[in-house]
């Protein structure tokens, strides 16, 4: 049977060597949580968010990812794995509306779409389920169409008042994880003020992602907004 990946070059070999870190991180929470007047609703509130977010992830790990069988790996630090039979992915962290994974760089960009979109779908349907003491997660007024970057003709009304904004980072597999960690919290950053931005001017409520694909360490020196 499949066993835990036990290192980034693990989680890269199913992808030329090319690790993703995806950092996701919800939108609009405070505003929303202002609504909130009881410690049972804000209790309800958490369940619901926090679920939404780990569902989110297992359906986009279940859906992109497969089992691997690693190949050509048979160095110091992975003696004797070659050959093994691996789930391709690491959950860094779980918890609340925050989130970050590794996983292989060719499933990156799928991974985060999904779990942005399903944050928003999951949210939707456990609120109606559970009736959150009369908090509505819906959107009151549909949001003028035209938001997305690259083809506004297909791009979803957002129906959910809250969001998953995603930072994305491709590198290598032997980037240090201080500065690839360093890097994809500034695209969630970038990806979290373009949320805002498109909230403020387009009544738009979806989630958005930044990426950036760095071929090596050296490629950038300074800051992603720069």
């Given at each position: 049977?499949?066993?835990?990946?036990q290192?980034?070059?693990?989680?890269?070999n199913?992808?030329?060597?090319?690790?993703?870190?995806i950092?996701?991180?919800?939108?609009?929470?405070?505003?929303?949580?202002?609504?909130i007047?009881?410690?049972?609703?804000?209790q309800q509130?958490?369940?619901?968010?926090s679920?939404?977010?780990?569902?989110?992830v297992?359906?986009a790990l279940?859906?992109h990812l497969?089992?691997h069988q690693l190949h050509?790996?048979?160095?110091?630090?992975t003696?004797?794995?070659?050959?093994q039979?691996?789930h391709?992915f690491?959950?860094?962290t779980?918890?609340?509306?925050d989130?970050m994974?590794?996983?292989p760089a060719?499933q990156?960009?799928?991974?985060?779409?999904?779990i942005?979109?399903?944050?928003?779908?999951?949210?939707?349907?456990?609120?109606?389920?559970?009736?959150?003491?009369n908090?509505?997660?819906?959107?009151?007024?549909?949001?003028?169409q035209?938001?997305?970057?690259y083809?506004?003709?297909?791009a979803m009304?957002?129906?959910?008042?809250?969001?998953?904004?995603?930072?994305?980072?491709?590198?290598?597999?032997d980037?240090p994880i201080?500065?690839?960690?360093?890097?994809?919290?500034?695209?969630l950053?970038s990806?979290?003020?373009?949320?805002?931005?498109?909230k403020?001017?387009l009544h738009?409520?979806?989630g958005?992602?930044?990426?950036?694909?760095m071929?090596?360490?050296?490629m950038?020196s300074?800051?992603?907004?720069e």
């Amino acid at each position: 049977s499949p066993q835990e990946a036990q290192s980034l070059r693990e989680v890269g070999n199913p992808s030329k060597g090319f690790v993703a870190y995806i950092y996701a991180d919800g939108n609009s929470m405070g505003g929303f949580i202002k609504q909130i007047t009881t410690a049972d609703t804000y209790q309800q509130f958490s369940d619901v968010v926090s679920r939404a977010t780990e569902q989110s992830v297992y359906h986009a790990l279940a859906n992109h990812l497969h089992p691997h069988q690693l190949h050509g790996i048979n160095d110091a630090e992975t003696q004797n794995r070659d050959g093994q039979i691996v789930h391709p992915f690491e959950i860094l962290t779980i918890g609340g509306d925050d989130v970050m994974l590794v996983v292989p760089a060719n499933q990156a960009l799928a991974i985060a779409k999904t779990i942005s979109e399903e944050f928003e779908r999951i949210l939707l349907k456990l609120s109606k389920e559970h009736d959150l003491l009369n908090l509505s997660f819906e959107v009151s007024a549909p949001p003028r169409q035209g938001t997305h970057r690259y083809r506004p003709a297909q791009a979803m009304a957002s129906q959910c008042q809250l969001s998953m904004s995603v930072g994305v980072l491709i590198a290598a597999d032997d980037t240090p994880i201080y500065y690839a960690e360093n890097l994809t919290n500034q695209l969630l950053k970038s990806a979290k003020k373009k949320a805002k931005a498109l909230k403020d001017t387009l009544h738009y409520h979806g989630g958005t992602i930044d990426f950036l694909v760095m071929k090596s360490v050296t490629m950038l020196s300074s800051k992603v907004e720069e």
